[in-house]
Protein backbone atom coordinates (compact mmCIF):
# COMPACT_ATOMS: atom_id res chain seq x y z
CA UNK A 1 0.00 0.00 0.00
CA UNK A 2 2.82 2.41 0.98
CA UNK A 3 5.47 1.59 -1.92
CA UNK A 4 2.08 2.68 -4.95
CA UNK A 5 1.65 5.79 -3.25
CA UNK A 6 5.40 6.81 -2.79
CA UNK A 7 5.46 5.75 -6.69
CA UNK A 8 2.42 8.27 -7.00
CA UNK A 9 3.94 11.19 -5.51
CA UNK A 10 7.09 10.83 -6.88
CA UNK A 11 5.35 11.33 -10.33
CA UNK A 12 3.41 14.18 -8.98
CA UNK A 13 5.00 17.05 -7.26
CA UNK A 14 2.51 19.42 -6.96
CA UNK A 15 0.35 16.37 -4.99
CA UNK A 16 3.11 15.81 -2.44
CA UNK A 17 3.80 20.11 -2.29
CA UNK A 18 0.09 20.57 -1.36
CA UNK A 19 -0.26 17.19 1.21
CA UNK A 20 2.87 18.38 2.72
CA UNK A 21 0.89 21.71 3.22
CA UNK A 22 -2.61 20.26 4.60
CA UNK A 23 -1.10 17.87 6.79
CA UNK A 24 1.60 20.63 8.02
CA UNK A 25 -0.93 23.09 8.68
CA UNK A 26 -3.78 20.40 10.69
CA UNK A 27 -0.10 19.24 12.99
CA UNK A 28 1.06 22.92 13.77
CA UNK A 29 -2.69 24.12 14.94
CA UNK A 30 -2.45 20.76 17.66
CA UNK A 31 -1.89 22.31 21.19
CA UNK A 32 0.28 19.80 23.56
CA UNK A 33 0.18 22.18 27.21
CA UNK A 34 -1.45 24.81 25.31
CA UNK A 35 1.90 25.57 23.02
CA UNK A 36 1.86 24.31 19.36
CA UNK A 37 4.46 24.19 16.88
CA UNK A 38 2.49 26.60 14.40
CA UNK A 39 3.58 26.84 10.58
CA UNK A 40 6.59 25.08 11.71
CA UNK A 41 4.99 21.78 11.64
CA UNK A 42 5.44 22.19 7.96
CA UNK A 43 8.76 21.14 8.05
CA UNK A 44 8.34 18.50 10.04
CA UNK A 45 5.51 17.03 8.17
CA UNK A 46 8.18 17.57 4.54
CA UNK A 47 11.03 15.62 6.76
CA UNK A 48 8.41 12.53 7.37
CA UNK A 49 7.58 12.47 3.61
CA UNK A 50 10.70 12.91 2.29
CA UNK A 51 12.19 10.08 5.02
CA UNK A 52 10.04 7.66 2.70
CA UNK A 53 12.29 7.63 -0.31
CA UNK A 54 14.87 9.86 -1.42
CA UNK A 55 13.27 10.57 -4.41
CA UNK A 56 10.44 12.29 -2.42
CA UNK A 57 11.82 15.63 -2.89
CA UNK A 58 9.97 19.14 -4.25
CA UNK A 59 11.94 21.07 -6.82
CA UNK A 60 14.73 23.56 -5.35
CA UNK A 61 12.50 26.49 -7.03
CA UNK A 62 10.11 25.81 -4.55
CA UNK A 63 11.43 26.74 -1.70
CA UNK A 64 13.58 29.62 -2.94
CA UNK A 65 10.45 31.35 -4.32
CA UNK A 66 8.40 30.76 -0.86
CA UNK A 67 11.98 32.15 1.01
CA UNK A 68 11.41 35.44 -1.22
CA UNK A 69 7.65 35.90 -0.45
CA UNK A 70 8.74 35.90 3.35
CA UNK A 71 11.57 37.85 3.45
CA UNK A 72 10.32 40.27 1.28
CA UNK A 73 7.08 40.81 3.15
CA UNK A 74 8.47 40.15 6.74
CA UNK A 75 10.76 43.49 5.69
CA UNK A 76 7.82 45.56 3.71
CA UNK A 77 5.71 45.18 6.90
CA UNK A 78 8.50 45.75 9.53
CA UNK A 79 10.16 48.43 7.67
CA UNK A 80 8.87 51.58 9.62
CA UNK A 81 8.83 49.99 12.89
CA UNK A 82 12.68 48.95 12.02
CA UNK A 83 14.03 52.59 11.79
CA UNK A 84 11.81 54.29 14.34
CA UNK A 85 13.13 51.81 17.24
CA UNK A 86 16.45 53.44 16.44
CA UNK A 87 15.06 56.59 17.88
CA UNK A 88 14.86 57.19 21.40
CA UNK A 89 15.99 53.77 23.33
CA UNK A 90 16.15 52.20 20.02
CA UNK A 91 20.31 51.95 20.31
CA UNK A 92 20.38 50.77 23.20
CA UNK A 93 17.95 47.93 22.00
CA UNK A 94 19.99 46.96 19.18
CA UNK A 95 23.28 46.72 21.37
CA UNK A 96 21.17 44.48 23.81
CA UNK A 97 19.73 42.26 20.99
CA UNK A 98 23.37 42.07 19.25
CA UNK A 99 25.20 41.10 22.25
CA UNK A 100 22.86 38.34 23.56
CA UNK A 101 22.72 36.76 19.54
CA UNK A 102 26.43 37.24 20.08
CA UNK A 103 26.30 34.85 23.12
CA UNK A 104 24.29 32.26 21.81
CA UNK A 105 26.32 32.28 18.51
CA UNK A 106 29.69 31.93 21.28
CA UNK A 107 27.69 29.17 22.99
CA UNK A 108 27.42 27.19 19.41
CA UNK A 109 31.00 27.40 18.98
CA UNK A 110 31.88 26.06 21.93
CA UNK A 111 29.35 23.29 21.27
CA UNK A 112 31.25 22.88 17.86
CA UNK A 113 34.46 22.35 19.85
CA UNK A 114 33.06 19.94 22.26
CA UNK A 115 31.08 17.52 20.06
CA UNK A 116 32.99 18.30 16.73
CA UNK A 117 30.20 18.20 14.19
CA UNK A 118 30.85 20.77 11.54
CA UNK A 119 30.04 23.61 10.16
CA UNK A 120 27.08 23.35 8.44
CA UNK A 121 25.63 21.68 11.41
CA UNK A 122 26.79 24.61 13.37
CA UNK A 123 24.77 27.06 11.80
CA UNK A 124 21.63 24.92 11.35
CA UNK A 125 21.93 24.72 15.49
CA UNK A 126 22.16 28.74 15.70
CA UNK A 127 18.92 28.64 13.59
CA UNK A 128 17.14 26.46 15.38
CA UNK A 129 18.12 26.92 18.78
CA UNK A 130 16.64 30.60 18.28
CA UNK A 131 13.93 29.27 15.98
CA UNK A 132 14.86 31.46 12.62
CA UNK A 133 13.83 29.89 9.53
CA UNK A 134 15.40 33.15 7.12
CA UNK A 135 18.97 32.19 9.01
CA UNK A 136 18.80 28.76 8.13
CA UNK A 137 17.93 29.94 4.67
CA UNK A 138 21.34 31.98 4.92
CA UNK A 139 23.28 28.86 5.80
CA UNK A 140 22.19 27.05 2.95
CA UNK A 141 22.53 29.85 0.27
CA UNK A 142 26.03 29.86 1.92
CA UNK A 143 26.64 26.42 1.26
CA UNK A 144 24.92 26.43 -2.30
CA UNK A 145 27.91 27.63 -3.73
CA UNK A 146 30.64 25.26 -2.16
CA UNK A 147 27.97 22.00 -2.13
CA UNK A 148 28.16 21.68 -5.84
CA UNK A 149 24.99 19.76 -6.01
CA UNK A 150 25.80 17.71 -2.61
CA UNK A 151 22.53 16.91 -1.05
CA UNK A 152 24.03 15.70 1.81
CA UNK A 153 25.75 18.61 2.46
CA UNK A 154 22.62 20.83 2.49
CA UNK A 155 20.78 18.72 4.14
CA UNK A 156 23.24 19.12 7.06
CA UNK A 157 22.16 22.24 8.72
CA UNK A 158 18.30 21.37 8.10
CA UNK A 159 19.01 18.01 9.96
CA UNK A 160 20.80 20.14 13.11
CA UNK A 161 17.89 22.61 12.56
CA UNK A 162 14.86 20.19 12.57
CA UNK A 163 16.43 18.60 15.65
CA UNK A 164 17.40 22.09 17.95
CA UNK A 165 13.50 23.32 16.84
CA UNK A 166 11.34 21.78 19.45
CA UNK A 167 13.22 22.89 21.99
CA UNK A 168 13.87 26.20 20.64
CA UNK A 169 10.17 26.62 21.03
CA UNK A 170 9.62 25.03 24.46
CA UNK A 171 13.02 26.09 26.09
CA UNK A 172 11.92 29.71 25.70
CA UNK A 173 8.32 29.08 27.15
CA UNK A 174 9.86 26.82 29.55
CA UNK A 175 12.19 29.83 31.15
CA UNK A 176 9.25 32.23 30.85
CA UNK A 177 7.21 29.93 32.64
CA UNK A 178 9.82 29.75 35.47
CA UNK A 179 10.46 33.56 35.63
CA UNK A 180 6.66 34.64 35.75
CA UNK A 181 6.09 33.19 39.14
CA UNK A 182 9.03 35.41 40.69
CA UNK A 183 7.57 38.31 38.44
CA UNK A 184 3.88 37.57 38.91
CA UNK A 185 3.13 41.10 40.96
CA UNK A 186 4.70 43.33 38.71
CA UNK A 187 3.12 41.54 35.74
CA UNK A 188 0.12 41.97 37.02
CA UNK A 189 0.02 45.46 37.67
CA UNK A 190 1.35 45.80 34.28
CA UNK A 191 -1.40 47.30 32.57
CA UNK A 192 -0.21 49.52 30.23
CA UNK A 193 -3.95 50.93 29.58
CA UNK A 194 -3.17 50.93 25.66
CA UNK A 195 -6.98 50.92 24.75
CA UNK A 196 -8.29 53.62 23.25
CA UNK A 197 -11.34 55.51 24.70
CA UNK A 198 -13.38 58.53 24.43
CA UNK A 199 -14.80 60.90 27.19
CA UNK A 200 -16.01 64.23 27.37
CA UNK A 201 -14.28 66.50 29.27
CA UNK A 202 -15.58 69.99 30.48
CA UNK A 203 -13.14 72.93 30.36
CA UNK A 204 -12.62 75.00 33.42
CA UNK A 205 -8.95 76.15 33.89
CA UNK A 206 -8.82 79.59 32.43
CA UNK A 207 -4.67 78.86 32.16
CA UNK A 208 -5.83 76.37 29.48
CA UNK A 209 -7.36 78.82 27.23
CA UNK A 210 -4.49 81.44 26.77
CA UNK A 211 -2.67 79.59 23.29
CA UNK A 212 -3.60 77.56 20.83
CA UNK A 213 -4.68 73.88 21.97
CA UNK A 214 -2.00 72.73 19.71
CA UNK A 215 0.90 74.64 21.89
CA UNK A 216 -0.69 73.09 24.97
CA UNK A 217 -0.86 69.58 23.61
CA UNK A 218 3.09 69.76 22.66
CA UNK A 219 4.13 71.93 25.89
CA UNK A 220 2.10 69.02 27.90
CA UNK A 221 3.06 65.97 26.03
CA UNK A 222 -0.43 64.71 25.58
CA UNK A 223 -0.99 61.47 23.60
CA UNK A 224 -4.23 62.13 22.29
CA UNK A 225 -7.10 63.51 19.89
CA UNK A 226 -9.20 66.04 20.50
CA UNK A 227 -12.09 65.05 18.35
CA UNK A 228 -15.48 67.34 18.91
CA UNK A 229 -16.36 71.17 20.43
CA UNK A 230 -19.30 72.48 21.86
CA UNK A 231 -19.61 75.90 22.41
CA UNK A 232 -22.81 76.86 23.33
CA UNK A 233 -25.16 74.87 21.20
CA UNK A 234 -23.07 74.78 18.36
CA UNK A 235 -20.36 70.82 17.84
CA UNK A 236 -17.59 71.34 15.48
CA UNK A 237 -14.90 69.13 14.77
CA UNK A 238 -11.80 70.58 16.80
CA UNK A 239 -9.53 72.84 15.21
CA UNK A 240 -6.09 72.44 17.59
CA UNK A 241 -4.93 75.89 16.07
CA UNK A 242 -7.43 77.24 17.60
CA UNK A 243 -7.75 78.30 21.58
CA UNK A 244 -9.66 76.66 24.37
CA UNK A 245 -12.37 78.60 26.43
CA UNK A 246 -14.03 78.22 29.88
CA UNK A 247 -16.88 75.83 29.45
CA UNK A 248 -16.41 74.26 26.82
CA UNK A 249 -17.10 70.84 26.03
CA UNK A 250 -14.30 68.56 23.96
CA UNK A 251 -14.24 64.95 23.97
CA UNK A 252 -10.77 63.70 23.99
CA UNK A 253 -9.10 60.29 22.12
CA UNK A 254 -6.50 58.21 24.58
CA UNK A 255 -5.85 56.18 26.89
CA UNK A 256 -7.55 55.70 30.10
CA UNK A 257 -4.45 57.18 32.03
CA UNK A 258 -3.77 60.17 29.63
CA UNK A 259 -7.25 60.96 29.68
CA UNK A 260 -7.33 61.06 33.05
CA UNK A 261 -4.06 63.44 33.11
CA UNK A 262 -5.60 65.82 30.32
CA UNK A 263 -8.56 65.88 33.08
CA UNK A 264 -6.82 67.26 35.89
CA UNK A 265 -4.79 69.80 33.70
CA UNK A 266 -8.15 71.50 32.18
CA UNK A 267 -11.21 70.83 33.96
CA UNK A 268 -13.21 67.99 35.29
CA UNK A 269 -15.46 64.71 33.61
CA UNK A 270 -18.25 65.44 32.16
CA UNK A 271 -21.42 63.32 32.33
CA UNK A 272 -22.94 64.48 28.77
CA UNK A 273 -21.55 61.81 25.86
CA UNK A 274 -21.23 64.32 23.05
CA UNK A 275 -19.19 61.93 21.32
CA UNK A 276 -22.71 59.57 20.77
CA UNK A 277 -24.73 62.63 19.33
CA UNK A 278 -24.87 62.59 15.16
CA UNK A 279 -26.82 65.19 14.71
CA UNK A 280 -24.53 67.46 12.71
CA UNK A 281 -21.01 65.64 13.14
CA UNK A 282 -21.25 61.94 12.13
CA UNK A 283 -18.42 59.07 12.29
CA UNK A 284 -17.78 56.04 10.40
CA UNK A 285 -14.74 53.44 9.72
CA UNK A 286 -13.48 53.55 6.26
CA UNK A 287 -10.46 51.39 4.59
CA UNK A 288 -7.72 53.42 3.13
CA UNK A 289 -7.48 51.43 -0.41
CA UNK A 290 -7.07 54.54 -2.63
CA UNK A 291 -3.03 54.62 -3.28
CA UNK A 292 -2.80 58.38 -3.64
CA UNK A 293 -3.67 58.84 -0.34
CA UNK A 294 -1.70 55.91 1.24
CA UNK A 295 2.39 56.18 2.06
CA UNK A 296 1.33 59.98 2.78
CA UNK A 297 1.62 61.35 6.31
CA UNK A 298 -1.78 62.82 7.62
CA UNK A 299 -0.59 66.34 8.11
CA UNK A 300 -0.22 66.41 4.40
CA UNK A 301 -3.65 64.99 3.61
CA UNK A 302 -5.74 68.43 4.94
CA UNK A 303 -8.80 66.67 5.69
CA UNK A 304 -9.96 69.27 7.62
CA UNK A 305 -9.54 71.66 5.33
CA UNK A 306 -10.99 69.70 2.63
CA UNK A 307 -14.17 67.77 4.10
CA UNK A 308 -13.72 69.70 8.05
CA UNK A 309 -13.13 66.06 8.76
CA UNK A 310 -10.53 64.62 11.67
CA UNK A 311 -9.02 60.93 11.86
CA UNK A 312 -9.59 59.88 15.26
CA UNK A 313 -8.36 56.45 15.34
CA UNK A 314 -6.60 54.03 13.02
CA UNK A 315 -6.91 50.17 12.73
CA UNK A 316 -3.60 48.52 11.95
CA UNK A 317 -4.28 44.85 11.70
CA UNK A 318 -5.70 44.31 14.86
CA UNK A 319 -4.76 46.78 16.66
CA UNK A 320 -6.18 50.15 17.12
CA UNK A 321 -3.32 53.12 16.83
CA UNK A 322 -3.60 56.99 17.74
CA UNK A 323 -3.03 58.83 14.87
CA UNK A 324 -0.75 61.93 14.97
CA UNK A 325 -0.09 64.14 12.12
CA UNK A 326 3.10 62.65 11.32
CA UNK A 327 1.51 58.96 11.13
CA UNK A 328 2.10 57.53 7.51
CA UNK A 329 -1.33 55.47 6.36
CA UNK A 330 -1.05 52.04 4.79
CA UNK A 331 -2.72 50.25 2.49
CA UNK A 332 -5.12 48.33 4.49
CA UNK A 333 -5.73 51.10 7.31
CA UNK A 334 -9.01 51.35 8.73
CA UNK A 335 -9.58 55.02 9.99
CA UNK A 336 -12.10 56.62 11.77
CA UNK A 337 -12.87 59.46 10.45
CA UNK A 338 -15.13 62.57 12.34
CA UNK A 339 -16.80 65.00 10.22
CA UNK A 340 -20.12 66.81 9.10
CA UNK A 341 -22.82 64.12 7.45
CA UNK A 342 -23.10 65.68 4.00
CA UNK A 343 -19.13 65.43 3.67
CA UNK A 344 -18.96 61.60 4.65
CA UNK A 345 -19.85 60.23 1.71
CA UNK A 346 -16.65 62.75 -0.12
CA UNK A 347 -14.29 61.16 2.92
CA UNK A 348 -14.81 57.43 1.75
CA UNK A 349 -14.57 58.29 -1.96
CA UNK A 350 -11.19 60.75 -0.63
CA UNK A 351 -9.67 57.46 1.01
CA UNK A 352 -10.78 54.38 -1.80
CA UNK A 353 -12.90 52.68 1.16
CA UNK A 354 -12.59 49.53 -1.41
CA UNK A 355 -11.56 46.46 0.23
CA UNK A 356 -11.84 44.48 -3.31
CA UNK A 357 -9.27 46.84 -3.93
CA UNK A 358 -7.27 45.37 -0.72
CA UNK A 359 -6.84 41.98 -2.22
CA UNK A 360 -5.11 43.34 -5.10
CA UNK A 361 -1.10 43.51 -5.38
CA UNK A 362 0.60 45.97 -7.20
CA UNK A 363 2.44 43.71 -9.01
CA UNK A 364 5.08 46.79 -10.38
CA UNK A 365 6.05 47.87 -7.45
CA UNK A 366 6.25 43.66 -6.09
CA UNK A 367 8.49 42.82 -8.64
CA UNK A 368 10.84 45.81 -8.90
CA UNK A 369 11.07 45.36 -5.07
CA UNK A 370 11.95 41.86 -5.06
CA UNK A 371 14.15 42.51 -8.07
CA UNK A 372 16.10 45.20 -6.05
CA UNK A 373 16.55 42.50 -3.35
CA UNK A 374 17.83 39.53 -5.70
CA UNK A 375 20.95 42.12 -6.77
CA UNK A 376 21.41 43.16 -3.49
CA UNK A 377 21.57 39.49 -2.71
CA UNK A 378 24.28 38.89 -4.74
CA UNK A 379 26.89 41.34 -3.70
CA UNK A 380 30.03 39.83 -2.43
CA UNK A 381 31.02 41.28 1.33
CA UNK A 382 33.87 41.11 2.28
CA UNK A 383 35.23 39.00 5.53
CA UNK A 384 37.85 39.42 8.02
CA UNK A 385 40.88 37.81 6.87
CA UNK A 386 40.29 37.23 3.78
CA UNK A 387 37.09 35.68 1.94
CA UNK A 388 34.07 36.97 0.85
CA UNK A 389 29.92 36.16 1.52
CA UNK A 390 26.68 36.85 0.14
CA UNK A 391 23.45 37.75 2.05
CA UNK A 392 21.64 36.07 -0.66
CA UNK A 393 17.80 35.29 -1.11
CA UNK A 394 17.38 35.04 2.51
CA UNK A 395 18.93 38.58 3.22
CA UNK A 396 19.04 40.37 -0.32
CA UNK A 397 14.99 41.09 -0.21
CA UNK A 398 14.78 41.43 3.62
CA UNK A 399 16.87 44.29 3.98
CA UNK A 400 15.40 45.87 0.62
CA UNK A 401 12.12 45.39 2.41
CA UNK A 402 12.75 47.38 5.46
CA UNK A 403 14.10 49.84 3.14
CA UNK A 404 11.22 50.28 1.11
CA UNK A 405 8.90 49.44 3.55
CA UNK A 406 10.25 52.33 6.08
CA UNK A 407 10.58 55.09 2.57
CA UNK A 408 6.47 54.14 1.78
CA UNK A 409 5.93 55.19 -1.58
CA UNK A 410 8.57 56.99 -4.31
CA UNK A 411 6.26 59.40 -6.17
CA UNK A 412 2.90 57.24 -7.38
CA UNK A 413 4.90 53.56 -6.45
CA UNK A 414 3.63 52.25 -3.38
CA UNK A 415 6.14 50.21 -1.65
CA UNK A 416 3.52 48.54 1.04
CA UNK A 417 1.29 45.86 0.78
CA UNK A 418 -2.34 46.02 2.08
CA UNK A 419 -2.38 44.48 5.62
CA UNK A 420 -4.57 40.86 4.84
CA UNK A 421 -2.39 40.36 1.25
CA UNK A 422 1.11 41.18 3.42
CA UNK A 423 0.13 38.57 5.48
CA UNK A 424 -1.56 35.67 2.71
CA UNK A 425 1.89 36.19 0.57
CA UNK A 426 4.02 36.01 3.61
CA UNK A 427 1.85 32.52 5.20
CA UNK A 428 2.13 31.25 1.92
CA UNK A 429 6.11 31.74 1.33
CA UNK A 430 7.05 30.37 4.70
CA UNK A 431 4.78 27.35 4.28
CA UNK A 432 6.04 26.75 0.58
CA UNK A 433 9.69 27.24 1.83
CA UNK A 434 9.35 24.86 4.55
CA UNK A 435 7.70 22.28 2.51
CA UNK A 436 10.89 22.71 0.11
CA UNK A 437 13.20 22.04 2.51
CA UNK A 438 11.86 19.21 4.68
CA UNK A 439 11.07 17.13 1.93
CA UNK A 440 14.31 17.82 0.19
CA UNK A 441 16.07 16.94 4.03
CA UNK A 442 14.10 14.01 4.79
CA UNK A 443 15.76 11.30 3.79
CA UNK A 444 18.78 12.51 5.05
CA UNK A 445 17.40 13.32 8.48
CA UNK A 446 16.11 10.14 8.86
CA UNK A 447 19.49 8.63 8.66
CA UNK A 448 20.60 11.15 10.74
CA UNK A 449 18.34 9.98 13.45
CA UNK A 450 19.75 6.53 13.54
CA UNK A 451 23.65 8.20 14.77
CA UNK A 452 23.90 8.26 18.41
CA UNK A 453 25.03 11.67 18.12
CA UNK A 454 21.53 13.29 17.41
CA UNK A 455 20.91 13.40 21.22
CA UNK A 456 24.07 15.36 21.48
CA UNK A 457 22.67 18.16 18.86
CA UNK A 458 19.38 18.26 20.44
CA UNK A 459 20.72 18.99 24.22
CA UNK A 460 23.09 21.33 22.62
CA UNK A 461 20.30 23.30 21.37
CA UNK A 462 18.37 23.16 24.42
CA UNK A 463 21.05 24.99 26.37
CA UNK A 464 21.81 27.47 23.77
CA UNK A 465 18.17 28.39 24.10
CA UNK A 466 17.30 28.09 27.77
CA UNK A 467 21.11 29.89 28.66
CA UNK A 468 20.24 32.63 25.79
CA UNK A 469 17.17 33.28 27.42
CA UNK A 470 17.80 33.35 30.70
CA UNK A 471 21.16 35.91 29.97
CA UNK A 472 18.82 38.23 28.33
CA UNK A 473 16.18 37.98 30.67
CA UNK A 474 19.34 38.94 33.64
CA UNK A 475 20.61 41.21 31.74
CA UNK A 476 17.50 43.48 30.13
CA UNK A 477 16.36 43.47 34.16
CA UNK A 478 19.33 44.04 36.04
CA UNK A 479 21.30 46.01 34.24
CA UNK A 480 18.81 47.66 31.81
CA UNK A 481 16.16 48.18 34.16
CA UNK A 482 13.24 47.29 31.33
CA UNK A 483 10.22 46.67 32.83
CA UNK A 484 9.04 43.40 33.22
CA UNK A 485 6.13 43.11 30.41
CA UNK A 486 7.96 44.92 27.55
CA UNK A 487 11.57 42.64 28.35
CA UNK A 488 9.53 39.77 28.00
CA UNK A 489 8.51 40.92 24.67
CA UNK A 490 11.74 41.49 23.65
CA UNK A 491 13.52 37.87 24.95
CA UNK A 492 10.72 36.78 22.44
CA UNK A 493 11.82 38.90 19.94
CA UNK A 494 15.42 38.31 20.21
CA UNK A 495 14.35 34.51 19.55
CA UNK A 496 12.23 35.86 16.93
CA UNK A 497 9.10 33.04 18.55
CA UNK A 498 5.85 33.56 17.82
CA UNK A 499 4.49 31.07 19.95
CA UNK A 500 6.53 32.38 22.61
CA UNK A 501 5.23 36.06 22.19
CA UNK A 502 1.63 34.52 22.26
CA UNK A 503 2.38 32.79 25.94
CA UNK A 504 4.15 36.26 27.39
CA UNK A 505 1.00 38.87 25.94
CA UNK A 506 -1.25 35.93 27.79
CA UNK A 507 1.15 36.03 30.40
CA UNK A 508 1.38 39.96 31.11
CA UNK A 509 -2.65 40.75 30.26
CA UNK A 510 -1.13 43.62 28.13
CA UNK A 511 0.36 45.27 24.97
CA UNK A 512 3.89 45.32 26.70
CA UNK A 513 5.39 42.12 25.12
CA UNK A 514 3.89 43.51 21.85
CA UNK A 515 5.47 46.39 22.14
CA UNK A 516 8.82 44.38 23.25
CA UNK A 517 8.68 42.05 20.02
CA UNK A 518 7.95 44.74 17.38
CA UNK A 519 11.22 46.89 18.95
CA UNK A 520 14.02 43.96 18.18
CA UNK A 521 12.43 41.49 15.88
CA UNK A 522 13.69 43.23 12.62
CA UNK A 523 17.33 43.79 13.88
CA UNK A 524 17.28 40.38 15.58
CA UNK A 525 16.23 38.86 12.25
CA UNK A 526 19.05 40.20 10.19
CA UNK A 527 21.93 39.49 12.72
CA UNK A 528 20.81 35.83 12.91
CA UNK A 529 21.35 35.83 9.05
CA UNK A 530 24.70 37.45 9.23
CA UNK A 531 25.65 35.04 12.35
CA UNK A 532 24.80 32.00 11.12
CA UNK A 533 26.45 32.44 7.46
CA UNK A 534 29.52 33.40 9.94
CA UNK A 535 29.44 30.47 11.76
CA UNK A 536 29.64 27.96 8.82
CA UNK A 537 32.35 30.27 7.49
CA UNK A 538 34.27 30.44 10.62
CA UNK A 539 34.04 26.93 11.62
CA UNK A 540 34.28 25.32 8.45
Known amino acids: MLRPMIEFLVEQPLMLLFGVLAFGYAAGRVKVGGVSLGVAAVLFVGLAAGSLDPRLQLPELVQRFGLVLFVYTVGIASGPGFFASFRRRGLRDALFTMSMLGSAAALVALAYRVLGFGGPRAGGLFAGALTNTPALAGVLERLRGAAHGDEKLLAEPVVAYSLAYPMGVLGIILVLAVVRGRWKKELSQSKSGSALDVHSVRVLDPAACDRPLAQLQREHGWHAVFARRRRGDHVT ?30 GEPAEEQIELDRTDLDFRRVFVSDPSTAGRP ?25 PDPNMTLELGDRVRVLGPRPAMKDVAAFFGDSYRALAEVDVLSFGLGITAGLLLGLIPIP ?23 ALGRTGPVVWQLPYSANLTLRQIGITLFLAGVGTRSGWVFAQALKDPNAIALVLAGAVVTMTTTSLSLIVGRKLLRIPAAKLFGMVTGIHTQPAALAFAAETAGDDGPNAGYAAVFPFATISKILLAQLLVEVLK
Open 298 to 322: LKTLQLLQRFGALVTRVRRGDLDLL
Open 383 to 405: LPGGGTFQIGVAGGPLLVGLALG
Open 237 to 266: VMNTREPLQVGDLITVVATPEEIARIVDEI
